[in-house]
C-alpha cells in the first residue's frame, strides 16, 4: 500500500466515523422531542445504524494502520566479530523486542537467523570496515541462508566505529579525565591491508576534536603506520589518555597499545582508558 492510498483510505475512515457520529447525535436528539411511537422507532433504529457504522469506520482505520504496520516489519540482525561483542546494541537505534537477533561471525552457520517474512537490517558490531564486517560476513550470511533455502533481503548498516553516538559516548567518558591543557588523548586504532585505510578511526577522531576542542587529540595504529608509539613522543600533551579503538578487551589491549614504560621513555605520563565501545550500552 502506497503512503498517498494510506492517507486516502485514512481520511475516508475518519470521515465516515465523523458523519455516522453526527448522524447519531442528531437521530438521538431527534427522537427526545419525538411523540410518534412509528417515527421513534425508526429513529431508534438509525441510530444503531450510524452506530454500527461508526463501529465500522474505527475498525476500518485500524485495519489500515495493521496493514501499514505490516508492511514496515524488520528484522534487525546484530553480528559480532567475536562472541564478546554480541552484547551490545547499535546506538541511537530503537530494536523492537522480539525482532532482534544476535550472533557473531565464527557462528553464523549455526546461529539463529531471523525468517524470512520480512526485510533484514544487519548492523556489524565492527569498529572498523574491511573485509571481516564486508566480504567476509556477506560471504557468511548468503551461505547461511542459501542454506535454509530462504532469499530474504538483507539491507546491511554501517560498522559501530562510524556511529556519531560512539564518539560522544565516549567524549562523556573522557571529560571528567581532562584535568588541564596538559592533557592529550591518543587514539589508538587496528591497522589494516587494504590499500586504503578505513575512515573510521579518522572520523571518530574528527568528531572528538569537535566535542573536546581544547584537547590535543591524535591517532595511531598498530600493524600501520602511524605506530602510535612513534605518536606518543610527538605529542605536547605531558600525561597522555590512550584509548583503544576496539570492541573488546583481549590480546590486542595486552600488547600492542603504548604503556607507561613508553611514556616515561619520552618524559611523559600515560593512563590507558577503555576500548571505546566499552562506554556504549549493552544489551
Request: hydrophobic share 45%; charged share 20%; net charge positive.
Amino acid at each position: 500500500m502506497s503512503p498517498r492510498l494510506f492517507r486516502i483510505l485514512l481520511g475516508l475512515a475518519a470521515l465516515l466515523f465523523t458523519a455516522a457520529l453526527w448522524g447519531s447525535v442528531d437521530c438521538g436528539m431527534r427522537l427526545a422531542g419525538e411523540s410518534d411511537a412509528a417515527h421513534a422507532t425508526h429513529l431508534r433504529r438509525l441510530i444503531y445504524f450510524h452506530f454500527a457504522l461508526a463501529q465500522l469506520s474505527a475498525l476500518g482505520a485500524a485495519a489500515l494502520f495493521w496493514l501499514r504496520h505490516r508492511a514496515w516489519k524488520r528484522y534487525y540482525l546484530v553480528v559480532s566479530y567475536n562472541e564478546k561483542g554480541t552484547t551490545f546494541n547499535p546506538p541511537g537505534i530503537r530494536m523492537p523486542r522480539g525482532r532482534v537477533f544476535r550472533c557473531h561471525l565464527g557462528n553464523l552457520a549455526q546461529a539463529e537467523l531471523p525468517p524470512a517474512d520480512a526485510p533484514v537490517l544487519v548492523y556489524p558490531m565492527f569498529m572498523q570496515s574491511g573485509s571481516s564486517s564486508g566480504r567476509k560476513l556477506t560471504a557468511a550470511l548468503e551461505a547461511a541462508y542459501a542454506a535454509r533455502g530462504d532469499k530474504t533481503p538483507l539491507f546491511y548498516q554501517p560498522v559501530l566505529g562510524a556511529s556519531p553516538w560512539l564518539a560522544r559516548a565516549a567524549a562523556e567518558a573522557i571529560r571528567p579525565q581532562l584535568l588541564d591543557e596538559g592533557t592529550g588523548v591518543l587514539v589508538v586504532a587496528h591497522g589494516s591491508r587494504l590499500p586504503e585505510p578505513p575512515p573510521e578511526p579518522a572520523l571518530f577522531c574528527r568528531r572528538l576534536r569537535e566535542l573536546l576542542p581544547d584537547t590535543e587529540i591524535r591517532l595511531g595504529y598498530f600493524h600501520q603506520e602511524p605506530e602510535a608509539r612513534a605518536v606518543l613522543p610527538q605529542m605536547k600533551a605531558a600525561h597522555i589518555l590512550v584509548l583503544p579503538f576496539l570492541l573488546t578487551e583481549g590480546i590486542h589491549t595486552s600488547r600492542d597499545l603504548p604503556t607507561a614504560e613508553d611514556a616515561a621513555a619520552c618524559e611523559k605520563t600515560l593512563t590507558r582508558l577503555p576500548v571505546a565501545a566499552s562506554f556504549l550500552s549493552r544489551s
